[in-house]
DNA sequence: GTACTACTTTTGGTTGACCAGATTTTTGCT
DNA sequence: AGCAAAAATCTGGTCAACCAAAAGTAGTAC
């Protein structure tokens, strides 16, 4: 951890981008704005503030993207929230939005995907089946070479797209490539034959549209990172 | 929907941005650029692409935004991904972000909140449970107010925050706010005594412990939206 | 008094020049 | 030739000036 000897830094080196929007944190925690509120304009924060207006400009960008603010061409930006509590935990989790812990992720992906597949298996169409049974055969092609990895995660990427949920998918897509990176980094992970099968099981319980048994299934598949991720936890804790 | 004679504009407008994306997306796919390489400079890619240097700037932020290339400062850009065809289909969906279906939201909320209080009821700490009295309290005290939305909000961010996985936390603050918004919008919700009791419910649950019944009455609270949603879908397909 | 038009101001968007740190190349000494 | 110091270059980050569209305002015709 960064700790330092005052131990009010909690952050290595806080972005100017951040810093504009803890400002514009206290702005809101102080009453100044309201939710629905119109914020000033760029120039106007910038000066207020003392940054230039381009750090303001990407702080309002980053409060954009996660659907703080919403900023209109030549109108300025409001501000979206629903009440001020609501504000200020959403804006303080943008801010705290650090790299998240290993298990934590595997713990979310092994949730979303035992959804997922669920789905899958009762909404997939023909052309879902036509795709997930190509990916099925790239994986098992490319068993043995460095793709392997690349193929696993374009199964599972499948499987979601073909949940017919996006929301899911796109969250899965957040979770994922940060676990495989994790994954291949700490672990020469040797190819293990009972993935292939297990990737088979689950194609067999789709096709059957048996969402129940294919959740089984996943949850089973990912039991060995999520074990490997609790003693990964447990070896960092001590 | 955004329609054109040609069939072709599947988008309303291409913002400059996602050109960009869809540029170094090219320059990928043919193989010009592979994971881990280092991409060219801000301004060699703006004069190549034809657009500003401020274009390609944010579009290299969105593309660190969501882990697929990581910048370092004064040295350039390294593609982050583990294979091809990962990376296409990462920034295929960046690309293709945008506004979710309600009901994949309320869909993907349920599952995401079930599992959270479960998590919540085996791991709250004191603290936890202070907070999670004092919201609780707090929604029953604005239950006849304007500000009943905002506090019921907060009990339930207060739930995910003690299920102490932040992954879960965060989607949850993705998902919540915008179906907050929708269900705001399409539906005078009337104060609902129901809710309180439910509250009062999980509250119990949690506080023995009890995660399976805890989620249980999650379930059943969050019902009521998801019928809302299916309905509402149903609507709009005919 | 009201409605409409033309003008001024304000807004976010864009551009090109400049800055400091990292990187590479050149240079000069042994 | 080997190697270290220094200079030139290349990088992302920052800044101030400019652009066109939106919003606001004043004036005028009715």
Redesign the interface.
Known sequence: MAETFTGLKEQNVESPTDKVISKVKDLINSGVLKPGDKLPAERKLAVEFGFGRTQVR?AL?KLE???IIKTLPQSGSII???????LD??IS?VLN?QS??FY??V??RV??ET?AIR?CAERWTEKDMQKLEKAHENYLRDFNTA?R???D??FH?TVAESSH???????L???I??I??IY?RDRLCAPNPDVIDEHQQMMNAIKKRDGEKAAQIMTKHLKGILDFAKSKLEKEEN
Do not use: C
């Open positions: 990407e960008h993207f996660y659907g979206n929230g629903l009440d001020i509590n609501t935990g959403l989790d939005l998240y812990d934590s992720l713990e979310t949730v979303l959804n789905l793709k990895i690349g193929s995660f374009a990427r949920n996006p929301v899911f998918k796109a969250m897509m957040i979770v490539p940060d495989m990176e291949q």
